[in-house]
C-alpha cells in the first residue's frame, strides 16, 4: 500500500501544491512581523490567478502574465494598505470584503471577457515553462521534484532564506520587525510605521499575485472560478502555525501541500473526491489543534482579550 | 550665554481643549530645567510639539538660537534632541543593542553588523555608569533599567539635549537616587536636561531652574535655589495647598478578606505570585507597595477572579472564593477598581449608562427574568453621577468624551455603589489632576470609615503612606513584610520594595 | 479648522453634501461610481445596465423575487450579527447553512405526515444540525484557544464535502443528472403567501426574528451583556459577564439561525438539495456584508438586505437584458464594505489630510467588527 502511495509522483505534486500556498503565506508572514493582520491572500491570490491568464493570453507571454498576476495582486493589497494603515479600518471586515471582492470581480470579469463560464481554458495562455537545472534534474527521486520546477517555484524556495535574511540581518528587517511590534517606539526613533507597513502589504500582494500566477500557469493552465479554493486561508493558517518564522512557514506550508497532494493520489486510488477536497481542511484543524497554544495574539485580537 | 532651548508662544489647540497657550519658556545650556504642571497642565503636548510629535497651532521653538520646526522626531534627534517618553518605547522581543541601535545600526556588507552594535552600546553604557547588558532581550529586564536604555537610546545619538518625561514614575527611591546621579553626571558633562515632573521634591532635589505650567500656561519662571515647595505648588495649582496630610486612622474590625498561601503564574509560564499570604478588616486600609512587575497586579486579579490560582486559598467574608467565577465573587461582596481604567474598567465604546451598568445589570433591582427596568438603570446612572460628581454630557453619550478624571469617577461611583464589603482599589488616582486624587481619596476613607475594607494598589508612595492603616509591599512575588505607615519614611518603603533587605544589599 | 465660506452655496447642493457626507451613503456611491467604470470598461453601457438592474429588482416578478432572495440574506445576516455583536467572528455560516439544509431537507423528504408536522419537525432538525456544527469552532476557542475566526472558515470546506458525500452517495436522486437528492415533497414544502405574487411564509419568519432581536438586545440583560463583551471582552469578564459561556451561547443560536435559513432554501424554495447550490450562491457571505453595512442594528440589516437582494436579482436582470453578468452584484457588495471599512466620506477629499497623532496610533486597535 505504502509503495504505491509514496512515489516521486507524489512527491512532485507535493512539492506543486505547495508552490502558491508558501509563496502566500510568506507574503502574510511578513505582514505579520510588520504588525498588520493579513487575510486577503486568498482574494489576492485569485485576482493574481486571472490576471496572469488574462495577460498570458493577451500577450502570448507567460511573462506578460506573471506581470498581470503581481499588478493584480498589488493592486489589492494597495485598497488593504490604504484602508487598514492610512484609515485605521478594520483588517478583519477589509480582508474578507477584498476576498469577496476578488470572487466577485473574477467572476465577473470571465464571462465579460472571454465569454465562458466556470471555466476558460484557451491554447493562447502561455504556461510557465518548466526548468530543468541540467545534471540536478536527473538525480533519481529529488532531481525531478526539487530541479524541475517553474521559474516561480525555484524563486518560492529561495525566498525562505532570503526573506529569513532579510527580516533578521538587515537594518530594514530591524526596522520591519520594531515597527510591528511597537510603531510608536519605532515612530520616536525616525522610522514611519506607515511607510514600512505599506511594503509589508504591498510586498505580500507581489507574492500573493505571484502565487495565483503559479496557480493559472503554472499548476494547470486556466482560471477557474474560485480556482483559489481557500489556499490563501490555508496560508493564513500556515504563518500562524509557523509564529511567522520562515523556516517554520515552510515546514507548515509543506504540511499542508503534503495533504493536499496525499489527497490527489487518494482519489486517483478511489477515494470519493469529496473527501479528498477536504483532506488539508482537516490536516490544517489537526494541526491548529496540535499546536493551539500559539495564538494567543490573534485570539486577543478577535476577542478583545 | 545662548539659550539651548527657547519657546515663544506656543500655541496648541484640540477639538474643545486648549492645550498650550502662548508657552513661553527659556533652558539655558548645560542646566537641569523642571518643568512642573498637573496632570493635564500640558507638559507633554509641549514636549511632543518640541520633538516633533504634533504639530503647533502658532508660535516657535528656538533650538541653539536657531528657529526650529522639526517635521518628524528624526529631524529633533538630527538637532541633538533625545527624549525619554514616560511610557518607555522600546521592543520588547528584541536585544538592548538592536534597541539602542535602531535606525542607526552599524552595518558591514549591508547586514547589521551586531558584535559592533554591541561593543557601542556598551562603550556608551560605561562612560556614562549606566549598568545594562547589551546582549539581553529587553523583555526580561525590570523597569529599572529600562530607563536606562532609554537614556542609552539617546546618548547614543549623541543627544545634547536630553528630556525626560515623568521619569521617576516607576522607580523605587533607590532607583530614583541613583537616576538623579546619571543625570548630574551628564549635565556636568555639557548636556542640557529638561526634567517634566509633577513631583515637588524631585524638583527641589534636582533642577537648576523650574518652568510651572498650569492649564496650558507657563505661569512661572523661577529659580530652585530661591523658591519653595509651597511656591511651586501654589503656582501649579492657583491656590494654597497642604502638602502634607495623613488620613485620620480608624480602629478596623472583623476579617473580611483572608488570602493565604496564595501561588499563580503570570505571563510566559513566570511564577509571579508566591505562598501570598494577607488579611484585609472592615475599617481599614490596606496598601500593597511595590516596583510595578513584582506581583502586585497578578495577586489582585487572582482575588479578583480574573487570574487561576495555582495554589492556596481565597476567602471573602468566610466563603472560599479561591475558584469562584467573577460574579460569584461579586455577589459575596467584593468591588474592584482595576489598574486599566480604559482596558478594564470601561467600554469606551459604551454609553455612560452602561458602563455604570457593569456588575450590576444582574441585580434584582434592574432586572426580573433577564428583562431590564429600564427606568431604574437610568436612574441608578443619574444618581451617581450627581453624587459623585461627573461632568458628562447626555448619559447615552459614549463614554469615551469623558476626561481621565470623570472616567475614573465613572469606576469608583459603581464600584463603591455596590455596598460591598471589600473594595479593591488598584492605582486609583494614576495620572489624575490634585481636585480628582483629592476627591477619590475623600471616597476611599469614606468608603473605610463606613466599615468597608479596602485593598490598595499604589505606585504612589505618598498615596500609600497617607490612606494605608497597614503597608504590605511585594518584592518579587512574595509579601516580604508589614509596616506602619506611622512609623516608616518613603525610603524605608523603598528598601523593601528592591529587595535590599534581603541577602545580597545592593540589588 | 472652520474657515467661513464665503460663497453662498443653493439648498440643492447644501443637501446634496449632507446626504454624501453619512459614510454608508457616500460608500455606495462610491461602489456604484465604480462599478459604473468597471463596466464601461469591460465594454457595456453603464447606465442601460443600471437601468436593467433597477427595473429588474423591483418591476414585474422582481420584486417577488427581491423579497424571496431577501429571506436567506436577511437571515444570514442575523445570524452574523448575533455573533458579531458579542465579538465573536464567526465566518462558518456557510457551513453552519449547509449542513442544516441538508438535515432539514432530509427531514422532509423522508418524514411521512401533514406539513403542519413536517415543515416545523424539518426547521428544527435544521436549526439543530446547524447549531451542532457551530459548536465546534465555538468550543475550539473556548476550551482549547483556537480562533473562531480560522476555525468556523476551514470548516466551510470540511462541511462542502461532507454534504456533498452524503448526497452523492446515500441519497442521490438517479432520475437526475444532477448531483441532488430528491424533491421535498409538495406538502412539505413552505407555504407561499398570497401577496406580492406569492413570497414564501419564511419572509414574515425572518422579519419577526429581526424584530426579536431587536428587542432582545435593547432590553434584555443577555442583549447588554453580548454588546459589552462585543466592545470589550476584558471589560465584560471583569464585570461578571462569563464570555466564554456567552460565545458557545452565541454561536448556537447563529448556528441554529443559518441552519433554519439552510432549511428553508430547500423546502422553500429549491426543493431539492443540490450539491455545492447553496455555497456558489454565495448567500451566507452576502448576509455577512449585510451584516457589516448595517453594523449588526437589527432594523438596518432589513434595510440592507432588501437593498442586496435587490442588487443581487436586479443583476440577473441585468445579465438577461443588458448582457452584464450578475456577479458585479457581488462586486458592488464587496465594495461597499471596503469603503464603509475603510472610512471613506465626502470630507475626506476637501480637508486636508493630517498625519494621525501619537494618541490616535495609540489606540487604533481592531475591534471595529
Not at chain 2, 16 to 29: F, I, Q, S
Not at chain 2, 474 to 492: C, H, K, N, Y
Not at chain 3, 81 to 90: D, E, L, T
Amino acid at each position: 500500500m505504502f509503495d504505491q502511495l509514496f512515489d516521486a509522483a507524489l512527491l512532485e505534486s507535493v512539492v506543486r501544491a505547495m508552490v502558491p500556498i508558501l509563496l502566500a503565506a510568506l507574503g502574510g508572514m511578513i505582514c505579520e512581523r510588520a504588525g498588520v493582520f493579513q487575510i486577503a491572500m486568498e482574494g489576492m491570490m485569485l485576482a493574481g490567478a486571472f490576471a496572469a491568464m488574462a495577460g498570458s493570453y493577451l500577450a502570448v507571454s507567460s511573462g506578460l502574465g506573471i506581470v498581470f498576476g503581481v499588478t493584480a495582486g498589488v493592486l489589492i493589497s494597495l485598497m488593504l494598505a490604504f484602508g487598514t494603515v492610512s484609515r485605521q479600518g478594520d483588517p478583519i471586515v477589509l480582508g474578507i470584503a477584498l476576498n469577496l471582492m476578488a470572487l466577485g470581480l473574477t467572476g465577473f470579469l470571465l464571462p465579460q471577457i472571454f465569454g465562458v463560464r466556470g471555466t476558460f481554458r484557451h491554447e493562447r495562455i502561455d504556461g510557465l515553462d518548466r526548468l530543468p537545472i541540467p545534471g540536478l534534474s536527473e538525480i533519481p527521486w529529488i532531481g525531478s521534484v526539487l530541479f524541475d520546477q517553474t521559474i516561480l517555484g525555484y524563486l518560492a524556495f529561495l525566498l525562505v532564506p532570503a526573506i529569513w535574511l532579510l527580516l533578521f540581518r538587515t537594518p530594514a528587517g530591524l526596522r520591519l520587525r520594531g515597527v510591528g511590534e511597537r510603531p510608536l517606539a519605532a515612530e520616536s526613533l525616525g522610522v514611519s510605521p506607515t511607510a514600512y507597513k505599506y511594503g509589508a502589504v504591498i510586498a505580500s500582494g507581489v507574492l500573493s499575485g505571484l502565487a495565483g500566477t503559479q496557480l493559472a500557469l503554472g499548476n494547470l493552465v486556466l482560471f477557474a472560478e474560485g480556482m483559489s479554493a481557500g489556499r490563501g486561508w490555508v496560508a493564513v493558517v500556515a504563518v500562524m502555525l509557523g509564529r511567522a518564522h520562515p523556516f517554520a512557514v515552510f515546514g507548515a506550508s509543506l504540511l499542508f501541500a503534503f495533504a493536499e497532494g496525499l489527497g490527489f493520489r487518494l482519489q486517483g486510488n478511489g477515494l470519493p473526491v469529496q473527501i479528498t477536497d477536504a483532506l488539508p481542511f482537516l490536516v490544517t484543524l489537526i494541526a491548529l489543534i496540535a499546536a493551539r497554544k500559539r495564538f494567543a495574539r490573534l485570539l486577543d485580537l478577535t476577542t478583545g482579550g | 550665554m545662548t539659550a539651548a532651548l527657547e519657546f515663544r508662544g506656543v500655541t496648541k489647540r484640540f477639538p474643545g481643549v486648549l492645550a498650550n497657550d502662548a508657552v513661553d519658556m527659556t533652558v539655558r545650556a548645560g542646566e537641569i530645567h523642571a518643568v512642573v504642571g498637573e496632570n493635564g497642565a500640558g507638559k507633554t503636548t509641549l514636549m511632543s510639539i518640541l520633538f516633533g510629535l504634533l504639530p503647533a497651532d502658532a508660535g516657535h521653538i528656538l533650538v541653539n538660537g536657531e528657529p526650529a520646526r522639526f517635521a518628524s522626531a528624526l529631524d529633533a534627534i538630527r538637532a541633538g534632541l533625545g527624549m525619554v517618553h514616560q511610557a518607555f518605547r522600546l521592543f520588547p522581543t528584541l536585544t538592548v543593542a538592536d534597541n539602542v541601535v535602531f535606525r542607526e545600526e552599524p552595518t558591514r556588507s549591508g547586514l547589521v553588523d551586531r558584535s559592533e552594535s554591541i561593543r557601542q552600546v556598551r562603550n556608551v553604557a560605561d562612560r556614562y555608569g549606566l549598568a545594562v547588558d547589551p546582549t539581553e532581550v529587553v523583555e526580561n529586564l525590570p523597569v529599572g533599567v529600562l530607563q536606562r536604555v532609554e537614556i542609552l537610546k539617546a546618548l547614543y545619538r549623541d543627544a545634547q539635549i536630553l528630556i525626560l518625561d515623568e521619569p521617576t514614575a516607576v522607580l523605587t527611591p533607590q532607583e530614583r537616587d541613583k537616576l538623579f546621579e546619571v543625570i548630574r553626571l551628564l549635565r556636568d558633562s555639557g548636556r542640557t536636561i529638561l526634567f517634566i515632573t509633577h513631583k515637588l521634591g524631585e524638583v527641589m532635589a534636582l533642577s537648576d531652574r523650574v518652568t510651572v505650567l498650569r492649564d496650558g500656561r507657563s505661569v512661572a519662571h523661577l529659580v530652585t535655589a530661591d523658591t519653595s515647595p509651597e511656591e511651586i505648588a501654589r503656582h501649579m495649582t492657583g491656590r494654597e495647598v497642604d502638602l502634607d496630610r495623613r488620613a485620620p486612622q480608624h480602629s478596623p474590625g472583623q476579617a473580611v478578606l483572608a488570602v493565604s498561601d496564595l501561588g499563580a503564574t503570570g505571563e510566559h509560564g513566570r511564577l509571579a505570585v508566591h505562598e501570598a499570604s494577607l488579611e484585609v478588616r472592615s475599617g481599614e486600609i490596606v496598601g500593597i507597595a511595590g516596583v510595578a512587575g513584582n506581583g502586585q497586579s497578578e495577586l489582585i486579579e487572582v482575588i479578583a477572579g480574573l487570574r487561576a490560582a495555582d495554589s492556596g486559598s481565597v476567602h471573602l467574608n468566610g466563603v472560599d472564593i479561591t475558584h469562584a467565577e467573577v460574579s460569584a465573587r461579586r455577589s459575596s461582596g467584593m468591588a474592584y477598581v482595576p489598574e486599566d481604567r480604559h482596558g478594564v474598567g470601561t467600554s469606551h465604546r459604551a454609553s455612560v449608562w452602561a458602563n455604570l451598568l457593569m456588575s450590576h445589570q444582574r441585580g434584582p433591582a434592574f432586572q426580573r427574568r433577564g428583562w431590564f427596568n429600564l427606568r431604574a438603570v437610568r436612574k441608578h446612572a443619574r444618581s451617581l453621577i450627581s453624587a459623585y460628581d461627573i461632568r458628562t454630557g447626555p448619559i447615552g453619550s459614549p463614554v469615551s468624551t469623558l476626561s481621565g478624571g470623570n472616567l475614573q469617577k465613572v469606576v469608583v461611583a459603581r464600584e463603591i455603589s455596590h455596598g460591598a464589603p471589600l473594595l479593591i482599589a488598584e492605582q486609583p488616582t494614576r495620572g489624575l489632576d490634585i481636585a480628582a486624587i483629592e476627591f477619590i481619596h475623600s471616597r476611599l476613607i469614606q468608603f473605610r470609615n463606613d466599615g468597608g475594607a479596602v485593598l490598595m494598589v499604589s505606585a504612589e508612595l505618598s498615596e500609600i503612606l497617607a490612606l494605608s492603616t497597614r503597608i504590605l509591599v511585594m518584592f518579587e512575588g512574595r509579601i516580604v513584610v508589614e509596616l506602619d505607615p506611622s512609623q516608616v519614611t518613603e525610603a524605608d518603603v523603598g528598601v523593601y520594595m528592591t529587595g535590599a533587605h534581603q541577602e545580597h544589599p545592593d540589588g | 479648522m472652520a474657515e467661513t465660506q464665503p460663497i453662498q452655496r443653493s439648498g440643492v447642493a447644501a443637501r446634496i453634501e449632507a446626504v454624501l457626507s453619512h459614510p454608508v451613503v457616500f460608500s455606495l456611491v462610491f461602489a456604484f461610481a465604480l462599478g459604473w467604470v468597471i463596466v464601461y470598461l469591460t465594454g457595456n453601457d453603464p447606465g442601460f445596465a443600471y437601468r436593467e438592474m433597477y427595473d429588474g429588482a423591483i418591476t414585474g416578478s422582481g420584486l417577488r423575487n427581491t423579497l424571496g432572495r431577501a429571506v436567506p440574506i436577511v437571515g444570514m445576516a442575523l445570524a452574523v450579527s448575533v455573533a458579531f455583536r458579542a465579538g465573536v467572528i464567526n465566518l462558518g455560516g456557510e457551513g453552519q447553512m449547509v449542513m442544516g439544509g441538508l438535515a432539514g431537507s432530509l427531514v422532509a423528504i423522508y418524514t411521512p405526515g401533514p406539513g403542519e408536522i413536517v415543515i416545523p419537525l424539518a426547521m428544527i432538525v435544521g436549526g439543530l444540525t446547524g447549531a451542532l456544527w457551530a459548536m465546534l469552532p465555538a468550543f475550539g476557542q473556548t476550551r482549547l484557544r483556537l480562533p473562531i475566526l480560522i476555525t468556523s472558515l476551514l470548516l466551510n470546506y470540511v462541511a462542502r464535502a461532507v454534504t456533498g458525500y452524503l448526497v452523492r452517495f446515500h441519497f442521490l436522486d438517479d432520475s437526475v443528472t444532477l448531483t441532488s437528492t430528491q424533491q421535498v415533497p409538495q406538502t412539505a414544502r413552505m407555504p407561499r403567501l398570497p401577496i406580492f405574487g406569492g413570497v414564501s411564509l419564511s419572509l414574515v419568519l425572518v422579519i419577526l426574528a429581526v424584530v426579536v432581536a431587536w428587542v432582545v438586545y435593547r432590553r434584555t440583560v443577555a442583549g447588554y451583556e453580548t454588546q459589552m463583551a462585543g466592545f470589550n471582552g476584558r471589560f465584560a469578564r471583569y464585570g461578571g459577564i462569563q464570555v466564554e459561556r456567552q460565545t458557545v451561547g452565541v454561536m448556537v443560536v447563529a448556528g441554529a439561525i443559518g441552519g433554519v435559513i439552510g432549511t428553508h432554501m430547500i423546502i422553500g424554495d429549491a426543493y431539492r438539495f443540490i450539491d455545492g447550490e447553496l455555497v456558489v450562491s454565495g448567500l451566507a457571505w452576502t448576509g455577512l456584508l449585510v451584516a457589516l453595512l448595517a453594523a449588526n442594528y437589527p432594523p438596518m440589516i432589513l434595510v440592507a438586505g432588501l437593498l442586496f437582494s435587490g442588487l443581487q436579482i436586479g443583476g440577473l436582470a441585468m445579465q438577461r437584458n443588458a448582457d452584464v453578468s450578475w456577479r458585479l452584484a457581488q462586486v458592488l457588495q464587496a465594495l461597499v464594505i471596503v469603503a464603509v471599512a475603510s472610512r471613506l466620506a465626502f470630507d475626506l477629499f476637501r480637508r486636508r489630510r493630517r498625519g494621525p497623532t501619537s494618541g490616535e496610533l495609540e489606540s487604533a486597535g481592531v475591534g471595529e467588527v
